[in-house]
């Protein structure tokens, strides 16, 4: 593959062959193969639709290398997006976040938000926390984003309640509401790091109401550790 990728050219053969080892189940393998096919400029006339055919495979790791070659030589299509909302449940979690990074960059077009804002309510744990983590790097402070990631604040799992307040204090358009919900979290969420990750977003989202000061000084009084040095750092953010 490398002696290929030099001599920038390839016969219709060993064309076949990569397309092949796009649907490895070794990552080195599936990764050189699509690095080689984008590599191929003069043959892009018949590696494009040779990817995409590879789109509508049955196996999903030929899905994947075929989305990965794609990626590296443009724009994902929108036929991409099934894949890539499936991807974000998956096992391994380098594929999560390699599919979470192609599906910021499609993000201006048509659907893709709407569909990311679906998978964060019924996706699957790993797929709503990706999802909301999208929703952070797609930068849309819109009242839908909001909403969306707010209904993930009362999720079963910390994962996803994590990501949802990482969303939140980059994207929150009504800060007042969810100013009170990040309140709420500090001394109500069971779990240690999300309570930890809300006070840390008081600060980044800089309102520095009476209200949160209060919040933030109690929590700096608290015996939680990680708690407290997380308080006392947005205390200093807001500059109080």
């Not at 070659?69 to 998956?90: F, H, K, N, T």
């Not at 990074?101 to 679906?118: D, K, S």
């Not at 009242?143 to 939140?168: F, K, N």
């Not at 109690?218 to 205390?235: F, H, K, M, N």
């Amino acid at each position: 593959m490398q002696a290929i990728a030099r001599r920038g050219r390839a016969t219709s053969v060993e064309l076949a062959v990569l397309a092949d080892w796009l649907g490895s189940e070794c990552k080195v393998i599936q990764r050189c193969a699509a690095r080689t096919l984008a590599a191929l400029d003069r043959h892009r006339s018949v590696v494009h639709p040779l990817l995409l055919q590879r789109l509508r495979d049955k196996s999903v790791h030929a899905q994947w290398g075929a989305l990965y070659a794609l990626a590296l030589m443009e724009r994902l299509p929108v036929d991409a997006l099934p894949i890539l909302l499936r991807a974000l449940g998956s096992q391994d979690g380098d594929v999560r976040w390699a599919a979470a990074h192609m599906l910021v960059r499609m993000m201006g077009q048509p659907g893709v938000a709407n569909a990311v804002r679906a998978v964060a309510g019924t996706g699957g744990a790993a797929q709503r926390k990706m999802a909301a983590y999208c929703l952070r790097d797609f930068g849309l402070s819109t009242s839908e984003t909001e909403s969306a990631l707010l209904g993930r604040l009362m999720d079963e799992h910390p994962d996803v309640r994590l990501a949802a307040v990482a969303g939140l204090s980059r994207v929150a358009c009504d800060r007042v509401r969810v100013t009170r919900e990040l309140i709420s979290l500090i001394f109500k969420d069971p779990h240690q790091g999300v309570r930890r990750a809300a006070a840390v977003a008081l600060g980044r989202l800089g309102n520095g109401s009476p209200d949160v000061i209060s919040a933030l000084r109690r929590a700096a009084r608290g015996a939680d550790i990680s708690l407290r040095r997380a308080a006392e750092r947005s205390l200093l953010v807001l500059r109080v």
